[in-house]
């Protein structure tokens, strides 16, 4: 089984980016476009593993405010780019050093530039998740990020 740490963004930013992809999907029919429900910041990947214990601390992290933003492509991935006080996370998490957080939105060997940049919102829970090729994704632990002033 294998597990990641993820940020789901809410559904009116989901609904946000789906919109602004429409004229790449159709401008690139031949994108692995992967379907909204899929579509998370991952935290910090952990492999093949059992779960037990990777979301500990994560409760003490203060919510951050993100935004999705610009885009970006790596080995034949397309993806949105993240903007917002992560640092917090990213450390109690133990991300290592070069992460950048994103969102993958298409999978192929021609990408293009998106320009984009959504709404605002505060991630307020952090998802224990596993993936299995045959089932997709199943959330099997959340915690919630501290939203509280104190």
């Given amino acids: 089984m294998s597990l990641f740490s993820a940020i789901f963004p809410p559904d009116d930013v989901v609904e946000e980016l789906h919109d602004a992809l429409r004229p790449f999907r159709a401008a690139y029919p031949r994108l692995r476009w992967q379907h909204p429900a899929r579509w998370h910041v991952t935290v910090r990947f952990f492999g093949e593993a059992e779960p037990a214990g990777q979301l500990a601390g994560l409760d003490r992290v203060t919510a951050p405010v993100l935004r999705l933003r610009g885009s970006g492509t790596f080995r034949q991935v397309l993806w949105i780019g993240v903007d917002g006080a992560l640092a917090e996370l990213g450390e109690a ?35 224990l998740v596993r993936s299995r090729p045959a089932e997709g994704y199943t959330v099997l632990e959340r915690v919630p990020l501290s939203t509280s002033n104190a």
């Fill in 93 to 127: 998490a133990d991300v290592p050093p070069d992460w950048r957080p994103h969102v993958t939105v298409a999978r192929g060997a021609v990408l293009p530039h998106v320009e984009f940049t959504g709404r605002e919102w505060t991630a307020t829970e952090v998802a």
